[in-house]
């Protein structure tokens, strides 16, 4: 019946069945199971984790169905737990000369020499060669000898080389660097170096100080684009599956803030390496560490 334009439904009458008449009791619909739903992958996971992670699925929802079929007493804990597996991964990226290791000095000397034999009326002050380190070989080249020739410029850079190899026997890892790198690998962070050094010479340093264990992945002037060109950092997110957002450049030069940047990612300056701690802050450093335990303590701060 209707009341002002409103239905109104009339109330549910009960009715109790005669003596003698059994009711039959209400059959009730089967109740509707919905499908698993589907873990959606993180956009960050690379081909490989997502189809190891697809992998895991089927292998728990097996899992699941067996263990219907067998007596309580019999149920397995899950052993894996594939949130963590597809957790958002924390990286840090770091400048090797001037960040890890106590090299500035001893490259400097060598650029200036390197140069003063071909070029001894363009010869570069040491503030200009400070302000370079990070890029590739070639473009300081270009950097402190414009119009060189390419005779001169191989010459250049085979006397550079000769220069830095003859003295590196006697670079050392800055002090709290070793334990540093060790907290921050042992506290979950992934690792990897951007430098402007070239390939050979990284893996060398990395086995002559025994730390190529605790590096995920590296990038080198020599196979990429030199810094503060964004794709060497962007080749490092894209190979470890790192979000942008939860990754920190490490380094002591203006060109690793540019390189952070520019790639979109954090960046921490440290005051013990090329340039003074003034100009990382002034060029986009949010703080400057003057040790690694400083360092390592803003790390935590920053991405925990």
């Known amino acids: 019946m209707r009341e002002n334009n409103v239905r109104v439904t009339p109330a549910l ?7 003698g008449i059994r009711r039959a009791a209400p059959q009730l619909a089967p109740k509707a199971v919905s499908a698993p739903a589907h ?18 699925c089927t292998q728990t929802r097996h899992r699941s169905a067996d263990a219907l079929l067998r007596p309580r007493g019999l149920l397995r804990p899950c052993a894996t737990n594939l949130r963590d597996e597809i957790a958002p991964l924390k990286l840090v990226v770091l400048d090797w000369d001037g960040t890890v290791v106590d090299s500035i000095a001893h490259v400097v000397d060598s650029w200036i020499k390197a140069i003063e034999a071909f070029r001894p009326e363009g010869v570069p002050s040491e503030e200009q060669v400070r302000r370079c380190i990070g890029m ?9 000898c414009p119009g060189v020739s390419p005779e001169e410029h191989a010459a250049i850079r085979a006397a550079y080389g000769d220069l830095f ?14 334990e540093g790198i060790t907290r921050v690998e042992s506290a979950g962070f992934l690792l990897a170096v951007a430098t402007g050094k070239g390939r050979r010479g ?26 503060p060109h964004p794709q060497m ?45 003034h100009e990382l802050l002034r060029n986009g450093a949010p703080f400057c560490a003057s040790s690694w335990p400083e360092l390592v303590t803003y790390i935590e701060e920053t991405l925990c």
Do not use: W, Y
């Not at 009458?13 to 003596?19: V, Y």
């Not at 070989?137 to 950097?143: A, G, K, P, R």
């Not at 190899?165 to 070793?178: D, L, N, P, T, V």
């Not at 990284?202 to 810094?227: G, M, P, Y």
């Open 233 to 277: 950092l962007l080749e490092l997110l894209a190979e470890t599956g790192a979000l942008a957002e939860r990754t920190i450049m490490v380094g002591d030069s203006v060109l690793d803030m540019q390189l952070a940047i520019n790639a979109g990612t954090a960046c921490v300056g440290v005051g013990f390496g090329a340039e003074p701690e």
């Open 39 to 56: 873990r959606v992958l993180p956009r960050h996971a690379s081909a490989h984790s997502t189809s190891h992670a697809v992998a895991r």
């Open 136 to 144: 590739s070989v070639d473009l300081t080249i270009h950097q402190h």
């Open 202 to 227: 990284l893996d060398e340093e990395l086995a002559t100080h025994q730390l190529d264990r605790f590096f995920a992945a590296s990038r080198t002037a020599d196979v990429t684009e030199s810094k």
């Open 13 to 19: 009458r009960l009715h109790t069945p005669a003596p």
């Open 165 to 178: 190899r003859s003295g590196k026997h006697q670079i050392r890892m800055f002090e709290g660097a070793r």
